[in-house]
């Protein structure tokens, strides 16, 4: 049974508001009533052609979008929303978005509703792909500046500069320097209530403290955000606040923060399909790895895969190559394995994506290894294999798959483990349980076929990791 539909005239009051209690993701909750839309109605209540288009663009349908928008005369409020829609369009080049703000500056126009996150949590790949203008920030501060305060008030637009510039040295491994930055903006998002982009600054920062191999807990860093959701009902930066909870987990080995979203709030990719999730798919791939289900991420990867291309989403199609590759490995196909990441590796030595790759560790390691005995070393694949074995020693519970065999452990074996852990012998553990070596001998061997183990060491490992010690 369809909702029912709302009327043309709270579509454009809702869309007014849009960015205050009214944004993109409500804005999609509403797409039949958008699309019901007759043009007797647009043409009574204009705005609500903004809706229409984001919508549009939400659902990947970025062709039809271009030919609404078109279609829209090029007067009155038309003007100013073909605008807006332009800069936001998924399919926008950089200079296409410069240009646009100069048109915007020289014109004294503002366009308050652009959000250029759309919830994501980064600045560079966020509504679009502008991952790779390091080197023209680091050239045009002012002018990029001055720029956005077409987009944002003017007091924040520094902060943003500084936000766009740690996003690119931490994808080039400029670690230090992506930290002071992104120091200096949680400060400044912070002090003029940014919360939308503070978002994007925890999620960086939180990622550079992994990379610098520290234990994070995956709830800290969103806590001050939900504080302040709870406080002022203004929630669209939220939108992604869980699935940034799961991405820190993977590192930390969270099971249940893990399994809890995969089965109640990961996105349904057959049911309300959009794009605004590209983010939550992403994540949700991994919970596809970790639980061994190949099939599912390979459709989900090839149903992004046009969408991303159309988008020019770079970064992103870099992502579901890289994790393809690790999906193919771990079903022993290893030449769809190489294929896959070398497609991954292309783009990212293209657009010097080194932590995109590096922050695979342990799951993509093997992979990398095999890929440069075949295709021979080079300067960028050693560099790429120092910062991914470091994170591979770092993060050993990253996507760590479950284990084959859906295993329990009775009481006596988690107190083997336990023993086997503290480095007693096994006839120590027989005198513990006044048993014999050989039934201790029995136990040990059902461990390791449970935890698929070859050794104490490993075996112990792996109950660490799936937090049965």
């Not at 410069?98 to 980064?122: H, M, Q």
Request: charged letters at 25%.
């Amino acid at each position: 049974m369809s909702k029912q539909l709302v009327s043309a005239e709270e579509l454009q009051r809702r869309t007014l508001s849009f960015l205050k209690n009214y944004f993109l993701i409500d804005e999609h909750n509403d797409r039949e009533s958008y699309y019901a839309l007759t043009p007797a109605d647009i043409k009574k209540y204009p705005y609500t052609a903004c809706g229409i288009a984001l919508n549009l663009f939400m659902d990947g349908e970025l062709t039809k979008a271009d030919r609404f928008i078109d279609a829209l005369p090029d007067e009155g409020e038309y003007t100013y929303m073909k605008i807006g829609l332009k800069i936001v369009n998924p399919r926008i080049t950089w200079k296409e978005f410069i240009d646009t703000l100069k048109f915007l500056r020289a014109s004294n126009l503002s366009v308050g509703f652009v959000t250029l996150t759309a919830g994501r949590p980064a600045i560079l790949n966020g509504f679009n792909d502008f991952s790779r203008i390091g080197p023209f920030l680091k050239k045009h501060k002012t002018e990029f500046v001055e720029n956005l305060s077409c987009l944002y008030e003017p007091s924040v637009c520094p902060s943003i500069y500084n936000q766009c510039l740690a996003e690119y040295y931490y994808q080039i491994n400029r670690l230090i320097d992506a930290e002071v930055l992104v120091s200096r903006t949680i400060k400044e998002f912070n002090k003029d209530s940014e919360h939308r982009l503070l978002f994007t600054a925890l999620y960086l920062q939180t990622k550079i403290f992994i990379a610098y191999g520290r234990t994070v807990d995956p709830e800290s860093y969103i806590k001050h955000i939900q504080q302040y959701i709870e406080e002022t009902g203004i929630a669209e930066f939220s939108y992604n606040l869980d699935s940034a909870e799961v991405m820190t987990a993977f590192y930390e080995g969270e099971r249940k923060i893990i399994s809890s979203w995969f089965k109640n709030n990961a996105p349904d990719e057959y049911g309300n399909f959009n794009m605004l999730d590209t983010y939550r798919y992403l994540v949700k791939m991994r919970c596809y790895i970790i639980t061994n289900n190949y099939t599912s991420l390979i459709a989900l990867a090839e149903k992004l895969r046009p969408l991303l291309e159309e988008g020019r989403r770079h970064m992103d199609l870099c992502e579901i190559d890289l994790l393809l590759s690790i999906a193919f490995y771990r079903a022993e196909k290893k030449e769809l394995a190489i294929e896959a990441f070398d497609r991954a590796i292309k783009i990212a030595g293209r657009r010097r994506y080194y932590r995109l790759i590096a922050d695979e560790g342990c799951a993509v390691l093997n992979v990398l290894i095999d890929y440069i005995k075949q295709k021979g070393e080079s300067e960028f694949l050693m560099e790429l294999l120092e910062m991914t074995r470091n994170m591979a020693i770092s993060h050993p519970r990253y996507l760590k798959a479950e284990l084959k065999n859906d295993s329990t452990f009775n009481q006596k074996e988690v107190e083997i483990l336990k023993l086997l852990e503290q480095g007693k012998s096994r006839d120590e553990i027989a005198e513990y349980f006044f048993i014999s070596e050989n039934t201790v001998n029995f136990h040990v061997k059902k461990l390791y076929l449970k935890l698929e183990a070859t050794s104490v060491t490993q075996a112990v490992w792996n109950a660490r990791v799936l937090g049965i010690i």
